[in-house]
Each structure stands twice: as structure tokens, then as C-alpha cells.
């Protein structure tokens, strides 16, 4: 590939670094080199710019730290020039530095970024103002090597005060240029590849098919096959050039690497990698992707310039760690939801995989291994105790997708590592099974090794978060060949059917540890796995956070699960850990950490401060189960439930509940007062939220438009109004341009109507946050979707009461029990959730109870509706509900009743964080 070189210009800027340098080299100063010499010029089609500048200082020898940018031009180029500028700020964000200089001979511009990345002017050079034309710069050398001497110590006393900050070569890499160079080419790239597939019908047939098999792993931030396909290509070019020259001082065959330049093409770069793979292994980081070549000239170079940025910029001068931290951020960079899988958190890696390990001189496979971080934290403690060679070749990884493995290879690798073979292979964790031929090549010979795949003692793993009904078709095709799958519930994600599956891996009596979504806690469907699960494993361990997230990147709150397989032993009890640390907490400190892994291993808890400890046998579970209440609720010590179980009555024994009425679009359904003419006959009286809803007596304050009428019987009776406002959304579209008549219609319905036949006398909210309560209706009143609705049943015609024993704390706890906390921090609950809950039962109540309990009530209608953690800390709420424990003679429990519901709460609103 030719490259055309401004030679004129580039002398002046060799000239200029090595002036530079010559003032360095006699002086003791914080910048210590300065360098740019690989940096070529490219002028083709669409003037792509280099991605770094034409001069960098340093801050040490080995150009490992870089304190600025210089961006050069001649006079002939004005210093106030608009691309000159944006050029130089670009390369400083890029190398996420805060400052850079753009220098013209005339005049010399300091620019510092603030926090915002505004940059400003910080310090303008004039002295050389008279220099005006190229042949100038060579009259009047000596005055701006003069000058460039005063700008360099004045810059050294920038950096001495610490305004101006440095970056090092390490972070760089790892949280900046991956990016940068995925932000410049995946578009150009795109355009490439969808060009060159209108003329390559195989091409196109490849693509196509890679897209339906993988979309999903991009489902969160690309929708077109081509730009995840160039981004795929970009990051697979990235991670091999960085590895590549991170392994090159230890692996002799990676120093190929520097054979890459700007006259060689894509097809000779991946001969390089087969050659480097041929002499040290790496197939999983080294091999190419399929029409990786089809790349345009502009971001080839890019690559090149990427490869020649890192072997003149000290990359074989950092430390382990260094390069271990470069390794992590590319795989950062690289981490998308592999299949719906996010990155494991290291150290939720390491509690993990200590957690689930009996014997460690067991094989220990990741049958997801994503990006690999569980299998490297195993290979790390394993390495603790025995030989290097030994720790690696008992941990096995794998992947269904390929992407994954290149960066779990790099992840699995440390220093001294690099020469023993990773057990990183491909394959579909839903058709393992033990004896699987498994080729590997031995990096040391580069000699293939014919594997079997062994039985396992542990198999640990991050199960794809991947719903029922974006499971691929062919891992549908494994599911129907499982003997139990039929025993799940329709609905249930990938990560059930993996769990299952698996155990045909592992011996009797191995482990299982897995991290999975928490949706299993609290549906119906994840009832029916733990029951699945029970045939091939004992339940061992579950384990969630009380304090945040795992997954900071995500919304998804997850578990880990720790099953033993069946072994003909009998059922043990469960042990149910709720955390009182952060991931962030427990990484720096090692003591909280081990009494974590020490109390679950232990089944005691050491410390409730690090973590909480619930258990409770087989037959407890079952019979908590049967109240409705969810596997989330017995993190909290819920046990005394069964010890109250007669004195309580599912609701939908005592009120009929429903959910409000279901139509969209509430412009039409929920005129707006002072908006409309319409018939007063043809309007009800709705509550559309509860968010405004302050005491526990409420009225509805909306209308709802409610025309079971055509509009031929209401020209007919000459109602205007409501003829008048069907019209105005006959004609208009939803949010994807579909008519409304289209979509709003329904059977045996017009497509304006809304039935009004659903009126409650109580109500209460869908996904409830930190309210929870039952408000009566003043009047009998219609429903908007978001709210539940209740009458009562004829049996049950206390109303009074009911509505006082619907308030209680122990109907909060049995709500907040019943479902579980979504990703934002609000209870997952809908009208099935409340119609199955329990509530305390109102034909146990006498005629004296009944008065005691109502007058209490009457006080906590009057005032405002707290949250809970207020409401159960308020004197007026703390006498009622002892009030209410005591009529039913289970006062005793208000302690144990008030800890579970606030810790539940407490738990859920940690998932915001």
C-alpha cells in the first residue's frame, strides 16, 4: 500500500524532537524525551487524520508515560485554524491527556481540558510572530529553537504544579485507544463490507447467518449486521496487534509483530498471526475472522499506526501488572453481552469460585466463559498451592461463540503461563459430554494435543442472561434432546437449561456454582426450576448482594446458586446468604472476604456484619412456598411465617381483585379538563396513578372517556362532542406509524371504547417502591392500567375492617414477599402477586376486637401515607399494628415480622446502586 509522505514537513518535525531532546539532555526536568518519529502523514481519498500526534513528550526513558501532544504545521497554516486545533484536542482525548500544544513556527498555543473536556487557551507564545513563510522557518532558526527552549522549562513548571497531568502508556491502551479506534472505522468499515456483499453472494450469506445467530449479543447498542460485524473486525484486528506486542519480550515468535508497516496489506498481516500462532500457540487471540480483510485503505492504517504507536511507546518496558492492566482494559473495551452474558466482576469471580470449590486438586470448568475472568481467578488460587503447570491444566474453558475465547485466552494469561496450553476451547455448554474430543496446540512445541474432555469436581460459570424467547434455535434444538427440559416452565431463560444439562460433566457429589438473574426468586418459573434442579442436585447455598449491585454495567440484579450433585445422599438444608458488604468492600479487604467464603463453607454465621445467614430444610421451603411467598423473601429470617399460618387467609378469598383497565393510549382514553367537548354521560370518573394519592380514603380525580356507542347511534342522539373527539385520533398513528383504529382495536369492541364494568373499592399499586398500602375509594371508582383493583366478596362484607387488616405490616410483608426487586430497586408484583397473598384473617376477629382494631385504623387514615421504614418508626403505625398482633394473639411476633419486611426493603432498594 503506497503511503504519500509530506517530506517537507516531516523533516521539520524529526528536526524539532531531536532539538528537543538535545534541550532535555541538558537539563533535569519532569519531561525526560520526546518522540513521534513513527508517526506517518497518510494522504489518500477522504483525509483521514492520524489517530496520535506528530510529537509526544515523555515522562520517563523507556516512553511509558506520556505528559503531552504537539500538533505541527508550517506558516502557512494560521495558528487560529479550526481543523489545526480540533486535530490536536482529538489526540489529546485520545491519549487521555488534559493538555496539548499546536506549534506553527509563528506561534506556539497551550490548550488544558477542564473536566468537562472544554478546552482553553492556557498559554500563547508570540516571540517568533514575524516568522511567516516556510522559507523563514529556516532563516529564523535559531530564534524559535530559542523560543522552544523557554516553552519547554515553562512547561516543566506546568507539570511540576500539577496542572497539567500525564497518562501512562498502560491506560492508555486500555480504556482509550480500543475505542478510538472502533469510534473512527466501525461505520467506514460497515460501508465496506455491506459494498463488497452486494457483489459477494457467499459474502452476504455469511454475514447473514453470523447475524441471526449473534444478534442478540448486540442487542443493546447495534441493530445493523454490518456495524456489529466492522465492530467485531475492528476489535479482533486491536486485541491481536496489542497481544501480539504485550507477548513479543517473552514469546520470541510474537516479535513478527514488528514486520507490520504501512506497505503490508490485511491478507500479509494475518499470514504474520498464522506464523506467530504456528511458533507460540494463541490460536483462540491469533486466528482471523472471516472477511477481516475486506477493510478499506484509511482504516488500515489505522491499524498500522495503532502497531507502530505501541513498539515506540514503551509497551515492552512495562511490568507485569502494567501489561496484565492493559490486557483487562481491552477486554473491558471488548465486553459486550456475550449471548446476553455480562463480564464477571473479578472479585465477584474469586468469592465465587471459592465458594463452589470442595477439592482443588479437581478439574474446574467454566462452560460460559465469556471473557474469561472466572477461569483466570481459578488458575490464580490454584496456583497458590500447586505447580504452574498443574494449575493450568486443570482448569477448562469454554465458549459457544468465538469472540469470547480470544479475550478469555488473553484474560487466562500471565507471565508465567504464556508457554503451557490454555484448556480454552469452543463449544456449546448445552452439548458437552465427558470423553468430547478437545484439539489444543501446545505453545512450547506447536504440536496439536488430542484431549478428552474429563469428568469435572466443580463447574463454575456466569450463565448467559438470555430470555426464554430470545433463545437461538439451535440451542432450542439441544433443549428438546434434554429428558428433563419438559419440566421447566415454558418461559424459563437459557441459564435453566444450562444448570440442568451440565450435570452431565461433573461426578457425583462435584459442585455447581453459577450466577444467574434473581428472576428465578420470585416467578413461577423459577419455582419449577429449583424443583428440576432437585432431581440431579441438592441445594446448597443461594447468595444475593445487600448492599448494591454486582453489575454496575447492568440493570439485572443476580444471585449465585451452589448445588451439589446427587450422590445418593440424602436432602440437606439450604442456607440462604444475604450480603452486608460491597463487591468494592470485600475486594479491599481480604478478612471480610474469608469470613464470607468460611461462614457459607462452614454453614454458620461467623459474622453478620460481613453476611447474614437464613436456613431452613426441604420441607420448610416447600411450606413457605405454599403461602406465596418467594424464594427472595427467606434470605430474611421468615420462619416464624409457619408458626402463624392459621391465622391468616390468601385475599383472594375475602375481595374479587382485578387489574385496571388495559387500552393505550391514554391521550384518547384520558382527556385532558378544559381539552374537549365531550358529553358528560360519556365520562367516568378514573384514578389514573397513585403517585398523587396521599391518605388511605382517596377519590378519583380524572375522567375517562367511556363510549360503548357507534357513530352512527351517536349522530343519531347528535352528540358532537364525542363524535368530535373520536375524530381528532381517527386519523392519527402510534409510535411506529401505525394507525390507532388499527391497533386499539379489539373483539366485539370499537376501537374508541373502554369499559368501565371493573369499579373497585380498593386499590393498590403495580410495582410498588417504597409505599405500600391499600387506599379506599370514597366512592366506588374505575381503574387505570398501572393500579389493582379489589371489591369484596360477599362472605367477607366487613369492609371497614377488611381495609384495616389490608393495611397492616404483615400484609406489607406478605406483598413485599411475594415478588422481587428489579434492577431499578421496584418490587415486581402485578395483579396475580396481590391476589394470592395473605392477609390476616378477618373471621377471626370478634365484635370488641373489631372496634379496638378500627379505632386504632382511624388514626393512621388520618394522616399521610409514609414509607414503610417511616410508617413502622411512626408511634401512631407502631401502636396500630400491635393493636391488630394482639387481637390475634401474635403480638409476640412483631419484632420478627418488622426485621423481615424493612430488611427485604432495605435489600431491594440496594439494587439502585
Known amino acids: 500500500m503506497e503511503v504519500i509522505i509530506n517530506e517537507n514537513e516531516r523533516s521539520w518535525v524529526i528536526d524539532l524532537i531531536s532539538k528537543i531532546n538535545f534541550i532535555l539532555s541538558s537539563n533535569d526536568l519532569i519531561i525526560k524525551k520526546a518522540g513521534g518519529e513513527s508517526t506517518v502523514s497518510t494522504q489518500s481519498t477522504g483525509q483521514k487524520k492520524n489517530m496520535f500526534p506528530d510529537l509526544i513528550l515523555y515522562g520517563n526513558e523507556e516512553k511509558s508515560v506520556i505528559l503531552q501532544g504537539w500538533e505541527m504545521k508550517m506558516p502557512d497554516t494560521p495558528i487560529e485554524d479550526e481543523e489545526f486545533i480540533k486535530d490536536a484536542q482529538r489526540k489529546a482525548v485520545a491519549l487521555n491527556l488534559n493538555s496539548c500544544i499546536i506549534w506553527n513556527f509563528t506561534y506556539a498555543v ?22 511567516r513563510s516556510r522559507a523563514d522557518v529556516e532563516i529564523y532558526q535559531s530564534d524559535w529553537e530559542q523560543l522552544l527552549e523557554e516553552i519547554i522549562i515553562e512547561l516543566n513548571s506546568y507539570f511540576m504544579s500539577g496542572q497539567l497531568h500525564n497518562a501512562v502508556i498502560g491506560t492508555i491502551v486500555a480504556e482509550n485507544i480500543i475505542t478510538t479506534l472502533i469510534k473512527r472505522n466501525k461505520d467506514i468499515i460497515s460501508e465496506y463490507l455491506k459494498n463488497s456483499a452486494f457483489c459477494d453472494n457467499v459474502m452476504n450469506a455469511y454475514i447473514d447467518n453470523w447475524w441471526i445467530h449473534l444478534k442478540n449479543e448486540y442487542e443493546h447498542d447495534e441493530s445493523d449486521k454490518y456495524k456489529a460485524y466492522a465492530k467485531s473486525i475492528v476489535l479482533s484486528w486491536a486485541n491481536r496487534i496489542t497481544f501480539a506486542h504485550i507477548i513479543k519480550n517473552r514469546q520470541n515468535g510474537a516479535l513478527l509483530i514488528n514486520e507490520l508497516n504501512y506497505d503490508t496489506t490485511p491478507r500479509e498481516a494475518n499470514e504474520i498471526f498464522s506464523r506467530i500462532t504456528a511458533k507460540c500457540d494463541f490460536y483462540n487471540i491469533f486466528s482471523s475472522m472471516n ?14 499506526e495503532y502497531s507502530n504507536f505501541l513498539k515506540n511507546n514503551g509497551i515492552d518496558h512495562l511490568n507485569q501488572e502494567a501489561l496484565q492492566n492493559i490486557l483487562e482494559g ?30 482443588w486438586r479437581d478439574t474446574i470448568l467454566d462452560c460460559c466463559c465469556g471473557t474469561g475472568t472466572i477461569p483466570r481467578e481459578a488458575i490464580l488460587i490454584k496456583k497458590n498451592q500447586l505447580s504452574v503447570k498443574e494449575a493450568v491444566e486443570s482448569v477448562w474453558a469454554c465458549d459457544k461463540y468465538k469472540y469470547p475465547l480470544q479475550i478469555a485466552n488473553i484474560s487466562m494469561i500471565d507471565s508465567d503461563t504464556i508457554k503451557i496450553a490454555n484448556r480454552i476451547f469452543r463449544h456449546n455448554a448445552l452439548s458437552l459430554s465427558v470423553g468430547d474430543d478437545i484439539i489444543i496446540v501446545n505453545p512450547e512445541t506447536g504440536e496439536k494435543l488430542n484431549l478428552s474432555l474429563p469428568v469435572f469436581g466443580t463447574v463454575v460459570s456466569n450463565l448467559p442472561f438470555v430470555s426464554f424467547e430470545k433463545i437461538p434455535f439451535d440451542d432450542k434444538e439441544e433443549i428438546l434432546k434434554m429428558p428433563l427440559a419438559s419440566e421447566l416452565d415454558g418461559r424459563s431463560d437459557l441459564y435453566c437449561y444450562i444448570a440442568l444439562k451440565i450435570a452431565d460433566v461433573m461426578k457425583p457429589g462435584g459442585n455447581l456454582g453459577i450466577i444467574t438473574s434473581n428472576s428465578w426468586l420470585g416467578t413461577k418459573a423459577g419455582t419449577k426450576l429449583i424443583m428440576t434442579l432437585r432431581k440431579r442436585y441438592n441445594l446448597k447455598q443461594v447468595h444475593i448482594s445487600g448492599k448494591g449491585r454486582w453489575f454496575k454495567n447492568a440493570d439485572v440484579v443476580t444471585t449465585i446458586l451452589i448445588l451439589k450433585k446427587k450422590n445418593n445422599d440424602k436432602n440437606t438444608d439450604t442456607t440462604f446468604w444475604l450480603w452486608k458488604k460491597s463487591l468494592d468492600e470485600f475486594k479491599h479487604d481480604s478478612i471480610a472476604e474469608n469470613i464470607l467464603v468460611n461462614s457459607a463453607t462452614l454453614e454458620s454465621e461467623i459474622d453478620a456484619t460481613v453476611t447474614k445467614m437464613s436456613r431452613y430444610s426441604l420441607e420448610q421451603i416447600d411450606d413457605i412456598q405454599s403461602l406465596n411467598v418467594s424464594y427472595n423473601a427467606l434470605f430474611h429470617n421468615i420462619e416464624w411465617l409457619l408458626e402463624i399460618k392459621e391465622k391468616i387467609i390468601p385475599i383472594n378469598e375475602v375481595f374479587r381483585v382485578f387489574r385496571g383497565s388495559r387500552r393505550g393510549w391514554d391521550a384518547l382514553f384520558y382527556p385532558e379538563p378544559g381539552n374537549h367537548k365531550i358529553e358528560s354521560k360519556y365520562l367516568k370518573k378514573v384514578l389514573k396513578n397513585a403517585r398523587n394519592v396521599t391518605k388511605l380514603i382517596a377519590t378519583a380525580d380524572n375522567d375517562a372517556f367511556c363510549c360503548s356507542l357507534s357513530l352512527r347511534e351517536l349522530e343519531k342522539l347528535g352528540d358532537v362532542g364525542a363524535i368530535e373527539w373520536i375524530s381528532k385520533f381517527s386519523n392519527q398513528r402510534n409510535n411506529v406509524g401505525k394507525p390507532l383504529p388499527e391497533v386499539l382495536q379489539r373483539s366485539n369492541m370499537h376501537w374508541y371504547e373502554l369499559k368501565d364494568n371493573e369499579i373497585a373499592e380498593i386499590f393498590t399499586m403495580m410495582n410498588s417502591d417504597k409505599r405500600l398500602f391499600f387506599a379506599k375509594f370514597e366512592t366506588p371508582s374505575f381503574l387505570n392500567q398501572r393500579l389493582i383493583g379489589l371489591t369484596h366478596k360477599d362472605n367477607y362484607s366487613d369492609l371497614e375492617l377488611n381495609h384495616a387488616l389490608l393495611n397492616s405490616m404483615f400484609t406489607m410483608f406478605c406483598i413485599e414477599a411475594s415478588g422481587f426487586g428489579r434492577g431499578l430497586g421496584v418490587l415486581d408484583i402485578n395483579k396475580d402477586n396481590i391476589a394470592n397473598c395473605y392477609m390476616l384473617n378477618p373471621k377471626l376477629i370478634n365484635s370488641i376486637n373489631r372496634q379496638k382494631i378500627l379505632d386504632s385504623f382511624e388514626k393512621i387514615k388520618r394522616r399521610n401515607i ?8 411512626d408511634p401512631l403505625r407502631i401502636e396500630f399494628e400491635h393493636e391488630i398482633l394482639r387481637c390475634f394473639g401474635i403480638d409476640k411476633y412483631f419484632d420478627k415480622i418488622k426485621f423481615s419486611l424493612l430488611s427485604m426493603q432495605e435489600v431491594r432498594a440496594t439494587a439502585r446502586k
Do not use: C, H
Open 330 to 359: 481491552s477486554i473491558a473495551v471488548g465486553k459486550r453481552e456475550i449471548n446476553g452474558q455480562y463480564a464477571t466482576p473479578p472479585e465477584l469471580a474469586k468469592i465465587l469460585v471459592r465458594l463452589s470449590v470442595q477439592d
Open 110 to 131: 497551550l490548550y488544558i481540558r477542564n473536566e468537562n473536556n472544554e478546552f482553553s487557551i492556557l498559554k500563547q507564545w508570540n516571540t517568533t510572530s514575524y516568522i
Open 291 to 304: 472477511y477481516d480483510e475486506n477493510i478499506p485503505v484509511l482504516s488500515w492504517y489505522d491499524f498500522i
Open 866 to 873: 409514609m414509607p414503610v421504614y417511616d410508617e413502622l418508626n
